[in-house]
């Protein structure tokens, strides 16, 4: 984990280093293991670092290759570092390490602008290309790391925050409003690539390349997931084998780290396969060694039991941040409510306190199971696909039995009457949708469950954000599912989690890493039989057959689940009950323009009152805006 920056005077003037340091000085929880800046003339590049691994300790960034001139800064974790260094010939013998940075410029030499297409891992960096006068950017293929930038015709300035890009004096610091409403909507999160809560700051999309020269600039992208590829093997044991490797293998890549490895389990199936996988690999010849850490509740709970029947299935030791360790820890509460980069982070009180259990005991480098879902299945849209082909009978008995598994569903004929329709008419159905749920009628809907100011709504146009999120989010359902399997896996709403989770972690000095999003796993995924991926009303089929001897049936085949996220929540907010409410009610000058005042009063006497769990939510929401509009103010 590391801060990049980088400052380029596109108009040919002079470079200040005083710019560079308060960008850095903006990011100083990535720097807690020192840091260095290289600069030109006209351009700057700055680094701080967060050590986990032994690669990213002995190197220096920024990196300059004598011979070409070329340099480079970045936020690196190649994982093909073996299969690169013997392709580019940089590997170096005995103890010697090779740093990640100096692979990847010597595959920008090698291969140019094709060079991040060849690499494997989560990385964001920044090139100078001393012979084209050019900045070349690239971010990883699903926007494990966060790439922020500000772009004119003077000046190009980026960052790993956008507050931090933000920071830089030459930079505008004006507050993009839609974003706001983003928030408040929640959803809307993931209604774009770009949009950051700075009108002049912008996101880098994952996959993609930006390239800033003097007198132009040109973004691309370099990947796309392949829904054409299928992989065809001889066996439901093929696949299972398959599957079983390529997990072990992306969490070992993970799992570099001169520490142990903390393993967050949470109960379900995605973070007990990447637990299951990890605790394989223990004892192996100079691998990690694996810790799993899990948030439980103090009272009657699905959740808590099945997070200790998974850790009670494995070796490796396990540690639990326990309810009322919460209530009694005045450090935690303050750690998890205090200082939010960004507003979204609010949703993540809970992993905060385990990251900052985690980090409280020495580890640098924790492994989760996010965005399971989406990577080893999409929903039930195959239901619509089996209809299409005429399988009938077929499909009625996949939608009874995804409603069977997933108590509470609307009935199966509901579902399979849904899928019909979206089966032979999805155009028309869209448009049905907009017709008789048009956006007018969608932002009062908004207005009135919520919080949102009407008149801030109305300024934002609040109804065309929703319209783009309902487009990003309708599957096609009458082509193949593999195109729409593909579609899931680069919804704008995937980078943004991402980014949420790493900025939330990087507060505590964590490294975060994610190994269902291992590049090789996600397109071993897509490209299998859709039987594995959902099959007899299971999600995640192929998660859930590879790992059953080693999970408890109990979590392997669960059927019901019971979030203790925000009991954890709430426990913060009782604890810091007087001052939540005197910030909201002294803070309102600083809210009134985007929320509806009287009703964030209103559930606000609600939750002092009677503690309502849904009055909470709101106050958490309110209490955050609030926060952070006064933080950057």
């Known amino acids: 984990m590391s801060a990049i920056a980088g400052i380029f005077c596109r108009d040919g003037s002079r470079f200040r280093p005083l710019s ?17 800046t290289w600069s030109g003339p006209s351009l700057g590049f700055g680094h701080g670092v967060l050590g ?5 300790v002995a190197e220096n960034l920024p990196v300059v290759d004598r011979k070409t001139g070329f340099a480079i800064v970045g936020d690196l974790r190649i994982d093909n570092r073996r299969d690169l260094g013997r392709e ?3 590997n170096r013998p005995g103890d010697s390490v090779t740093g990640d940075g100096e692979l990847v410029l010597a595959a920008y030499d090698r291969w140019g602008r094709e060079a991040p297409a060849r690499l494997r891992g989560a990385f964001a960096f920044a090139i ?6 050019e900045v070349f950017c690239a971010r990883d293929h699903l926007g494990c790391k966060p790439f922020a930038y500000h772009l004119s015709r003077e000046l190009f300035v980026f960052a790993s925050e956008a507050e931090a890009v933000a920071a830089a004096p030459d930079v505008p610091r004006r507050l993009n409003e839609a974003r706001i409403a983003d928030f408040l909507i929640d959803e809307l999160e993931g209604v774009d690539h770009t949009s950051s809560f700075f009108l002049d700051v912008s996101r880098l999309p994952p996959a993609h390349c930006l390239v800033v020269g003097r007198d132009g600039h040109r973004l ?4 796309r997931p392949d829904p054409a590829r299928e992989l065809l093997l001889s066996s439901d044991h093929a696949y299972v084998e398959r599957f079983r490797a390529t997990l072990k293998s992306a969490v070992a890549a993970c799992s570099r780290s001169q520490s142990p490895v903390g393993v967050m389990v949470s109960g379900g199936i995605d973070s007990g396969v990447v637990a299951a996988a990890a605790d394989s690999l ?6 990690a060694s694996f810790v799993n850490i899990s948030a439980v509740a103090d009272e009657p709970c699905l959740e808590t039991r099945c997070i200790r029947e998974t850790t009670g299935s494995l070796r490796s030791r396990s540690d ?5 360790a919460v209530r009694e820890n005045q450090q935690s509460i303050e750690c998890a409510i205090f200082g939010f980069s960004e507003p979204f982070d609010s949703h993540l009180v809970m992993p905060s306190l385990v990251y900052l259990m985690a980090r409280n005991q020495g580890l640098r480098v924790v492994l989760d199971g996010v965005d399971g879902d989406v990577v080893m299945s999409a929903g039930g849209m195959h239901i619509a696909h089996l209809i299409r082909r005429g399988r009938l009978l077929r499909a009625s008995r996949e939608a009874r039995a995804l409603c069977r598994v997933q108590q509470g569903s609307a009935s199966w004929l509901r579902s399979f009457a849904g899928a019909s329709i979206s089966a032979f008419a999805p155009d028309t159905l869209s448009r049905a949708r907009r017709r008789f749920r048009p956006s007018d009628r969608r932002v009062e809907h908004a207005v009135v469950s919520g919080i949102i100011n009407r008149d801030f709504a109305r300024r934002v146009d609040l109804g065309s954000r929703l319209d783009r999120l309902d487009r990003l989010r309708w599957f096609s359902a009458s082509g193949n599912l593999r195109r729409d399997h593909a579609n899931s896996l680069v919804h704008p709403y995937i980078a943004a989690a991402l980014e949420r989770y790493e900025r939330v972690a990087v507060r505590f000095g964590i490294y975060l890493r994610h190994p269902l999003l291992d590049l090789e796993l996600v397109e071993l995924c897509l490209s299998m039989p859709w039987h594995l991926k959902t099959r007899a009303g299971w999600t995640k089929y192929i998660a859930r057959t590879s790992f059953a001897s080693e999970l408890p049936k109990s979590v392997c085949w669960r059927r019901d689940f019971e979030n203790v996220m925000w009991r954890f929540t709430s426990r913060v907010l009782d604890a810091e009950a007087p001052f939540v409410a005197s910030t909201i009610r002294n803070g309102v000058v600083d809210i009134e323009p985007y929320v509806d005042i009287s009703m964030v009063l209103e559930q606000l006497g609600l939750w002092e009152d009677h503690r309502d769990p849904n009055a909470a939510k709101t106050v958490l929401q309110a209490y955050t805006l609030a926060i952070w509009l006064n933080r950057i103010a």
């Open 128 to 133: 100078w290309d001393s012979l084209r006068h």
């Open 88 to 90: 580019l010939g940089v």
């Open 52 to 56: 986990a691994n032994a690669e990213t």
């Open 282 to 287: 223990c004892g192996r010849p100079g691998g």
């Open 320 to 324: 639990f941040l326990e309810l009322p």
């Open 20 to 36: 560079l340091e308060k960008i850095l000085a903006a990011m100083s929880d990535r720097v807690s293991d020192g840091g260095a």
């Open 220 to 223: 691309s992208s370099y990947w």
